[in-house]
């Protein structure tokens, strides 16, 4: 079993849908990244949380650290959404990002 | 404010010869991580950094790849004779902090490595 499943592993949303991505893992017992990788390839960190919920613009992120499960919304997708999100939660117990392990992603097409 | 600043952005190499790349980590950050991402495969960590000093290298291959970051400079990650299973994007971050909550970490906008 992987230590990060991540669904769905394909998403394809018609524009202005609200998308939910989950996340679980076994590894860890803090803090958790989320990261979007663009069709160019660059990572920009979206969240880093650790507990309960954080917002940035139409992404929301939760976080439910006993059950090992967070979960990504984007409200109102766009296109401009299409990326890969990638869930990573840290191995280690302190959250060092040394230790992060990633899920292999998943792959989000918003249409017109 | 600059980014973290990767290059080469592309770099092709033959079998055999040496790759390096560089990675100047965001103005004020001493932590620096390499992590790579093969063909079809997720991220996987390589090695973690603080200025002159290795912290943990655990997931680096046990030969014919090195990472520095000298008091002065980048980071190199260097991969000597290098073969086709090398060819993958290589990512470096940065952060302020080591550890800990509440401690983001910036991502480069990768090296990809083709050996021919």
């Known amino acids: 079993k992987n230590e990060v499943e991540q669904s769905p592993q394909n998403l394809t949303a018609q524009e202005g849908e609200f998308i939910t991505i989950n996340c679980s893992y076994s590894?860890?017992?803090?803090?958790l990244h989320w990261l979007q990788q663009h069709p160019g390839g660059g990572i920009v960190s979206l969240f880093m949380?650790?507990?309960g919920k954080k917002k940035h613009g139409r992404l929301i992120a939760t976080i439910n650290i006993q059950e090992k499960h967070s979960s990504l919304h984007i409200t109102a997708s766009h296109p401009r959404d299409s990326a890969v999100y990638i869930c990573?939660?840290?191995?280690?117990?302190?959250?060092?990002?040394?230790?992060?392990?990633f899920g292999t992603g998943t792959r989000l097409q918003v249409t017109l | 404010n600059a980014g973290v600043m990767q290059n080469p952005r592309h770099l092709v190499r033959r079998r055999g010869q040496e790759a390096r790349l560089r990675c100047s980590p965001m103005?004020?950050?001493?932590?620096v991580y390499w992590y790579r991402q093969l063909p079809e495969e997720g991220l996987k960590f390589m090695v973690y950094?603080?200025?002159?000093?290795?912290?943990?290298e655990s997931g680096m291959p046990k030969e014919r790849f090195s990472a520095e970051f000298p008091k002065e400079g980048p980071s190199i990650l260097r991969i000597q004779q290098v073969v086709r299973g090398d060819s993958a994007a290589y990512f470096c971050?940065?952060?302020?902090?080591?550890?800990?909550?509440?401690?983001?970490?910036?991502f480069g906008e990768g090296s990809w490595l083709t050996v021919v």
């Open positions: 971050a940065s952060s302020l902090l080591g550890g800990s909550f509440g401690n983001t970490i910036y």
């Open positions: 590894v860890g017992i803090s803090a």
């Open positions: 949380l650790s507990s």
């Open positions: 990573a939660p840290p191995k280690g117990p302190t959250g060092t990002a040394s230790k992060l392990t």
């Open positions: 103005k004020g950050h001493s932590h």
């Open positions: 950094l603080q200025k002159e000093n290795i912290i943990d």
